[in-house]
């Protein structure tokens, strides 16, 4: 279905209900650059939500790779589900349940993508760094500025370097009846990290 091998497959492409997040596809770019992916990589994807970092990240991990497709929310499995399906991928694995249940019983990852957590995000940050390979990256998505003080300060003490935070303030365009506006979405913080 989305045949161009560059991230950013447009938000319309993807399946969608009201009250299941979507990491927007400007983000979603973003974030999947500051992962760094090669084909055959082991991806997590924790807060999956519609699953659109998912999707993504299985067309670049390619056939000889793998996502592991989590979230707390049945509602949110099961459009990522329908997304799977609808972009024919075979190599996301999704899990309903709490990522700090579940991380422990999958392999060790090559990247990891971090977004709707419920508030966990601190301690599935300190889990994800012994599941992590050396040399992994760990990409971050943050709406609230607690959560990025909290994210920060957790990976200032663990084994990350290279630390990175990008903020992304997207304006798109919407046609009225006069002419063309901007309007703005919500700011997101991006922290991108590498164990080592």
Request: hydrophobic share 40%; proline share 3%; with cysteine.
């Given at each position: 279905?989305?045949?161009?091998?560059?991230?950013?497959?447009?938000?319309?492409?993807?399946?969608?209900?009201?009250?299941?997040?979507i990491?927007?596809?400007?983000?979603?770019?973003?974030?999947?650059?500051?992962?760094?992916?090669?084909?055959?990589?082991?991806?997590?994807?924790?807060g999956?939500?519609?699953?659109?970092?998912?999707?993504?990240?299985a067309?670049?991990?390619?056939?000889?790779?793998?996502?592991?497709?989590?979230?707390?929310?049945?509602?949110?499995?099961?459009?990522?589900?329908?997304?799977?399906?609808k972009?024919?991928?075979?190599?996301?694995?999704?899990?309903?349940?709490?990522?700090?249940?579940?991380?422990?019983?999958?392999?060790d990852?090559d990247?990891?993508?971090?977004?709707?957590?419920?508030?966990?995000?601190?301690?599935?940050?300190?889990?994800?760094?012994?599941?992590?390979?050396?040399?992994?990256?760990?990409?971050?998505?943050?709406?609230?500025?607690?959560?990025?003080y909290?994210?920060?300060?957790?990976?200032?003490n663990?084994?990350?370097?290279?630390?990175?935070?990008?903020?992304?303030?997207?304006?798109?365009s919407?046609?009225?009846?006069?002419?063309?506006?901007?309007?703005?979405?919500?700011?997101?913080?991006?922290?991108?990290?590498t164990?080592?």
């Amino acid at each position: 279905m989305w045949k161009a091998k560059t991230p950013g497959i447009p938000d319309e492409l993807f399946e969608r209900v009201e009250d299941v997040p979507i990491t927007k596809e400007e983000v979603r770019a973003v974030q999947i650059s500051k992962a760094r992916l090669k084909s055959g990589m082991v991806v997590y994807d924790i807060g999956c939500g519609s699953g659109s970092i998912s999707v993504e990240a299985a067309l670049q991990v390619e056939e000889s790779g793998s996502v592991h497709a989590i979230d707390f929310d049945a509602k949110a499995v099961e459009l990522t589900k329908k997304n799977i399906a609808k972009f024919n991928l075979e190599n996301i694995l999704v899990s309903l349940g709490k990522a700090k249940e579940i991380i422990n019983s999958i392999p060790d990852a090559d990247a990891i993508f971090i977004g709707g957590t419920g508030g966990d995000t601190k301690e599935i940050v300190e889990l994800c760094e012994n599941k992590l390979k050396s040399g992994g990256r760990i990409v971050i998505g943050i709406i609230l500025i607690e959560t990025l003080y909290s994210v920060l300060k957790t990976i200032e003490n663990l084994k990350f370097t290279s630390t990175d935070i990008t903020q992304i303030t997207i304006g798109k365009s919407r046609k009225t009846s006069t002419g063309t506006m901007m309007l703005s979405r919500n700011p997101v913080s991006v922290i991108s990290s590498t164990k080592i």
